[in-house]
C-alpha cells in the first residue's frame, strides 16, 4: 500500500493498495511513512547549465550566462537577457548562455542563446551543449513586463516532469515515451521543462551474478539506455530513481506490483550510479525507504551517493544531478546543499490512492522555507507538483504554481501531460510564472506579513528592486490583503502588475491592496520605482 496520490481509479484498483480505499489509504500511508519515513529525493550538483538564460519576469537584463558547474555560477559571460521591464515585450530572451564547457568554476563561454544543453559537471568538469533558452523564451508577450525567456537550462531550479505522481510503479518504456513525447506536443518543453524523471517502478530489484542491475526487456526494451536515448532525441533529459538502502520503498510499499526487495542501491552505490551514468541518464532521485528501515545515517548515507556520482562522471563526463530524498529527516537543508541539486523537505505531497489536497501543498510549502540553504543550483524540493491532477481547480493550480514560483523550488510536473487540459497546460507555461520560479538570484521568498492567516509573501529577484509578491488568503472568507512597500524594501513607490492576469496595475504609492478569495492568492510583479 503504498503512497502517492491520486492514483488513477485503474492504479488505485490494483493491488498495491491493499486497503484499497483512498481514506484508508491516506491515513495508513501517512501512518506508514511515518513510522518508516518515508522520502524521496533528487541528487547532487548538477549544474544545468547556464543559469540564468532567460531573464526573470519583467525582463531582466543581464542574464549572465554561466557555466553550470557544481553549481557555482561559472562565470560565463552575461547576456542581455529579456526586455525592458514594463512595456515591452520581452523579447525573446537572447538568453545568455553559456556554452557549456566551463569546468568547474569558470565560465562558460557564453551568451549564445542555446539549445539544450547540460551544463558542467558536479565536480567541475565539463558540460556540454549550452544552456538553454533562447528560443522559445519570449514569455514577453503583451502586455509587457513579462520579458525575458524563462531560463530553461541554467542553474535554475530543475523543471521537468516524473512519472510518480500519476502513475505510481506502473511504468514502462511505452508510458514513460508517451509523456515525454507530450512534452514536446504541449508546449512544455518550449516554456523550459526539461527533465523526463523516471521514478519508482522501473526495476524490480534483480541483478546479474555481477551485481548489475537488471530489468524486464519486455517492459523496457533496448534496457534503460533505449529510453534514455529516446528522451535525448526529443532534447530532453532524462532521469531515474532508487533508494539508499537495500530495499527500496516498492519493497515497503508496493504501487502497482509486488514488493521488490533488494530495489536499492545499498552495496552497490558505485556501480549503479556508473550504470545510470553510462546508460545515459541526467538525474537521479535517491530515495529513502530502506534507508530509514535501517536506520542509516542520512548525511553519511547521501555524502557516499555523491561520492559515487562523482566517480560516475568523471569516468563518463555525463553530469548527473542528485536528488536528495529523504523527506526532510535529519535536516538536510543543513547538508544536502552540499552534495546535491535539490532536497525533499517533507513527506509527499500526495500518496498513492489520495485525491489532491490543497492543505498538503501548503503545509509542504511551510516546511520548505529554509531561505539560508538556497543558492543557484541548489534547492529545497517541496516535493513533485499536483497542479492539474484530478479533483484541482483551476484557482488550486494556480495558487499552487505560485507557491512554488515563491519559494524558488524545483517544477517537476506529476500530471498527465499527455491528457492535461488547456487550463492546465496554460499554468504550467505560464512565462512570467516561470521567469520568477527561475529567477537566477534562486532566493526563497520569505513572509513579511500575516494577519489570521492572510499572508504577503515576497522574495527578491534579480534586477533592481524587483519583488515576487504573494498575497495569499488561507482563511474560509474573503478577505482584503496588503503588501506594504516598506515591508518589502522596494521604496515608497512602484510599478504593480499582476501576473496572472498579465495586467499592470500603474505605479502606487506605499502599499497595494486586492481582495482574496478564500483559499486563493494574487501573484504580484512589484518593481520600485
Ligand atoms: C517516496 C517518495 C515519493 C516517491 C515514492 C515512490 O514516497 O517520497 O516521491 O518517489 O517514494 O515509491
Redesign the pocket.
Known amino acids: 500500500m ?3 496520490h491520486s492514483a488513477p481509479p485503474t492504479l488505485r484498483s490494483t493491488n498495491h493498495l491493499r486497503s484499497s480505499t483512498a481514506i484508508r489509504c491516506a491515513s495508513a500511508v501517512a501512518a506508514l ?1 511515518a513510522a518508516i519515513g ?4 533528487s541528487n547532487d550538483a548538477f549544474p544545468q547549465a547556464s543559469p540564468n538564460g532567460g531573464s526573470a519576469v519583467g525582463g531582466g537584463s543581464s542574464a549572465g550566462a554561466s557555466a553550470g558547474n557544481n553549481g557555482i555560477p561559472g562565470g560565463g559571460s552575461t547576456s542581455s537577457g529579456g526586455s525592458p521591464l514594463v512595456g515591452s515585450a520581452g523579447s525573446a530572451g537572447s538568453a545568455g548562455v553559456a556554452s557549456g564547457n566551463g569546468g568547474a568554476h569558470d565560465a562558460g563561454t557564453g551568451g549564445t542563446a542555446g539549445t539544450g544543453g547540460t551544463g558542467g559537471t558536479p565536480d567541475g568538469s565539463a558540460g556540454t551543449g549550452g544552456g538553454a533558452a533562447g528560443s522559445s523564451g519570449s514569455a514577453g508577450a503583451s502586455s509587457g513586463g513579462g520579458g525575458g525567456t524563462p531560463a530553461t537550462a541554467g542553474l535554475g531550479p530543475p523543471m521537468g516532469w ?1 512519472s ?1 505522481n500519476t502513475f ?2 506502473k511504468i514502462n518504456h511505452a508510458v514513460i515515451k508517451a509523456q515525454a513525447d507530450a512534452m514536446v506536443a504541449s508546449g512544455l518543453k518550449a516554456a523550459g521543462y526539461q527533465y523526463v524523471n523516471i ?3 522501473w526495476w524490480q530489484g534483480t541483478r546479474d551474478a555481477s551485481g548489475n542491475i537488471t530489468v524486464d526487456a519486455a517492459e523496457w526494451p533496448g534496457g534503460m539506455a533505449a529510453i534514455a536515448d529516446y528522451i535525448h532525441g526529443l532534447g530532453l533529459k532524462a532521469g531515474i ?1 532508487t533508494d539508499a538502502g537495500k530495499d ?3 519493497y515497503y ?1 508496493p ?1 502497482g506490483r509486488p514488493a521488490a526487495p533488494g530495489s536499492g542501491s545499498e552495496g552497490h552505490y558505485e556501480q549503479d550510479f556508473l550504470a545510470f551514468s553510462k546508460w545515459g541518464f541526467d538525474f537521479v ?1 535517491v ?3 530502506g534507508g530509514d528501515k535501517e536506520g542509516l545515517d542520512a548525511p553519511t548515507a547521501y555524502g557516499a551517493i555523491a561520492d559515487a556520482i562523482k566517480k560516475a562522471i568523471a569516468q563518463t563526463g555525463r553530469p548527473l544531478a542528485l536528488s536528495v ?1 529523504n ?1 526532510g529527516k535529519q535536516s538536510p537543508w543543513s547538508w544536502a546543499p552540499a552534495i546535491s541539486t535539490m532536497w ?1 523537505t517533507s ?2 505531497i500526495i ?1 498513492y490512492g489520495e485525491s489532491a489536497d490543497m492543505n498538503r501543498v501548503l503545509a509542504n510549502f511551510d516546511t520548505a522555507l529554509h531561505p539560508s540553504a538556497q543558492s543557484p543550483g541548489h534547492y529545497n524540493d517541496p ?2 507538483l499536483i497542479v492539474g491532477m484530478p479533483s484541482f481547480s483551476g484557482a488550486q493550480n494556480r495558487t499552487h504554481l505560485a507557491l512554488w514560483a515563491i519559494a524558488g523550488a524545483p517544477l517537476l510536473a506529476g500530471n498527465n501531460l499527455a491528457t492535461m487540459n488547456d487550463e492546465t497546460k496554460s499554468v504550467l507555461t505560464n512565462p512570467e510564472v516561470i521567469a520568477i520560479n527561475q529567477d537566477p538570484l534562486a532566493k526563497q521568498g520569505i513572509k513579511v506579513a500575516d494577519s489570521g492567516g492572510r499572508q504577503v509573501y515576497s522574495r527578491e529577484l534579480s534586477g533592481t528592486r524587483r519583488r515576487a509578491v504573494l498575497l495569499l488568503n488561507r482563511g474560509s472568507s474573503s478577505a482584503s490583503i496588503t503588501v506594504r512597500f516598506a515591508d518589502i524594501g522596494v521604496g515608497n513607490q512602484a510599478a504593480v502588475r499582476n501576473v496572472w492576469t498579465a495586467t499592470d496595475l500603474g505605479t502606487q504609492t506605499t502599499s497595494y491592496a486586492a481582495t482574496v478569495a478564500a483559499g486563493d492568492s494574487v501573484l504580484l510583479l512589484v518593481t520600485g520605482a
Do not use: I, N
Not at 38 to 41: K, N
Open positions: 503504498k503512497r502517492l511513512w518515508a522520502g524521496c529525493s516524473a510518480w505510481a510503479a521514478d519508482e517502478g530513481y527500496g520503498c516498492g510499499f504501487t532521485k530515495d529513502w525507504c530524498c523527506w525533499r513527506y509527499d500518496y516535493d513533485m
